[in-house]
């Protein structure tokens, strides 16, 4: 079956530091990929998405580009801040007669320290 | 414009109670997802509804959770006699109508503590 494979964390930074969340997939199908971002106590959020090989997505200063040849879909940010401290989910969708249900990673918990 | 709305946020219940949720999608969509997280976990997909009609129910035990998209109203998951194990965080989200990439709105989920 579909599956998301993120890393571990927490990961804990400090203001102004370079961020990498490191995510693989395994899919039956051609998906589409998306990073979620959840704030404590909070729904998800959509972050970015990409649709197709080779495709980068990108907001608010993160970007993730879809790279089939690794099935890969790294999330960066060049320079993190306290405000982004959250938990993010990389997740991907096969649209079927099922609609566009999302698989999940597990999660990656970020801190961002003064 | 309101997004996704859940309720309750927070929901307390004994075992063997029976636990209600509701999510109102937001306004013009009529695709609703349910989706499960339970403790320093993902979310799991549980159920698929369009109204009126279940699509995809494979996420969903095959006792005492039920779903529900009606006509006219918000949808509903109900669990029959919880258990200590149903006690996660369960979100909706919703969206148009599916396609290459399309996006879902999340509520912000009904915490559910069995106890």
């Known amino acids: 079956g579909d599956s998301v494979t993120q890393m571990e964390g927490p990961v804990t930074l400090s203001e102004e530091a370079f961020l990498t969340i490191n995510c693989t997939y395994t899919a039956t199908g051609y998906p589409s990929l998306f990073w979620y971002v959840q704030y404590p106590g909070e729904g998800l959020q959509l972050l970015l998405k990409?649709?197709?090989?080779?495709d980068k997505g990108s907001n608010k200063g993160f970007e993730a580009t879809y790279r089939k040849e690794t099935t890969s879909f790294h999330l960066e940010k060049g320079s993190v801040q306290v405000s982004d401290s959250a938990v993010y989910f990389c997740?991907?969708?096969?649209?079927?007669?099922?609609?566009?249900?999302?698989?999940f990673g597990t999660g990656t918990q970020l801190k961002v320290e003064l | 414009n309101a997004g996704v709305m859940q309720n309750p946020r927070h929901l307390v219940r004994r075992r063997g109670q029976e636990a209600r949720l509701r999510c109102s999608p937001m306004k013009g969509h009529s695709h609703v997802y349910w989706y499960r997280q339970l403790p320093e976990e993902g979310l799991k997909f549980m159920v698929y509804?369009?109204?009126?009609?279940?699509?995809?129910e494979s996420g969903m035990p095959k006792e005492r959770f039920s779903a529900e998209f009606p006509k006219e109203g918000p949808s509903i998951l109900r669990i029959q006699q919880v258990v200590r194990g149903d006690s996660a965080a369960y979100f909706c989200?919703?969206?148009?109508?599916?396609?290459?990439?399309?996006?879902?709105?999340f509520g912000q989920g009904t915490r559910l503590t069995v106890v």
């Open positions: 509804l369009q109204k009126e009609n279940i699509i995809d």
């Open positions: 989200a919703s969206s148009q109508n599916p396609g290459q990439g399309s996006e879902a709105f």
């Open positions: 990409a649709t197709k090989a080779d």
């Open positions: 997740a991907l969708s096969i649209l079927t007669g099922g609609g566009n249900k999302l698989t």
